[in-house]
């Protein structure tokens, strides 16, 4: 049984002296590989790796294809700047063939995990030679996948999966005992710019999970291009985070005064502490409207805009 380590008890200075240690110790004089894929864990989880190993850490963002717009060279240049080498991988093909035909949630979880960790980080680490993946799992990853709310690609031990017999090498985790907030105080301790400590969450299986039904590249530059939107719109808020989902089937709308069958974005905003419980923020009516208007003119296809107003729970933060 994890012991959580609550952000009111965290002791920073002491929690990365101790995770660079067991990094250290784990590794020994051998290489690791770490999958950085920008979010808060994952930036946390590469300066914890890199302090404890230096140039023995290979650093690898996987460009899925399922990203934010213009992310993957975003996330190379900053960490590059922050003195950390960054090799970027593209597996886009290998992604989306996988993903071929695939419509329900958990299915594509599981797509998402094996290409992930089996074919694109199998054959990277089996080349390097290394025995070890650095990767950002948190307490709530752990919460939400074995009380089976939702399969989260990072957790394999808490399920019986031996990651060494599945894929061919030990995962560690540095961040297992933490949630968003404790994540985000280590993340500045350790330097990381606000841009990347402060971020909002995002999902590891990208945005495929905010694609309802089969994530195509079609669908899912559809809903890059919302995700440009909102977060343009929401950044300066103050909520937990913030998302554009496309849903799956068309809806009818009008368009030069004839029928026009489209497709629907729904916008979902959170005000959170450490995504346990939400409510959606109470944004002004007019930010709505304007956040509509500059979806339907700047989204090709889509018809319609909806806002969630359910909290979590029952909702979750992301869609599926």
Known sequence: ??????????????????????????????????ALSGGVDSSVVTLLGHRALGRRLRTVF?????????????????FQELGV???LVDAREQFFAALKGVTDPEE???AITQTFYRDVFGRI?????????????????????????????????????????????QIL??????RKDGVRKVGQALGLPASLFARIPFPGPALAARVIGEATPERV?????????????????GAFQYLAILHQDRVTGIRDGQRDFGQQIEVRSWDSVDARTAR???????????????????VPGVVSVTYNLAPKPPSTMEAI
């Open 125 to 169: 680490v089996r080349e390097s030679g290394a025995r070890h993946l650095l990767q950002g799992t948190i307490l709530t990853d752990i919460d939400e996948t074995v009380a089976g709310i939702k399969r989260q690609h990072n957790v394999f031990q808490q399920l019986g999966i031996d990651p060494q017999q599945a894929f061919g090498y």
């Open 280 to 298: 959606p923020s109470r944004l002004p009516f007019e930010l709505l409207e304007e956040m509509a208007e500059a979806i339907l003119r700047e």
């Open 108 to 110: 594509k979880r599981e």
């Open 1 to 34: 049984m994890l012991e959580e380590i609550r952000t009111e008890e965290l002791d920073v200075e002491r929690f990365i002296s101790e995770k660079v240690k067991e990094i250290a110790d784990a590794v020994g004089e051998g290489t690791a590989i770490n």
């Open 62 to 78: 996987v460009d899925n294809g399922l990203m934010r717009q213009d992310e993957p060279e975003q996330v190379v240049r900053l």
């Open 85 to 87: 080498p960054v090799e």
């Open 221 to 237: 530059e559809t809903v890059r291009k919302a995700t440009v939107v909102v977060e343009r719109l929401l950044q300066d808020r």
């Open 173 to 178: 985790e540095p961040l297992i005992q933490l």
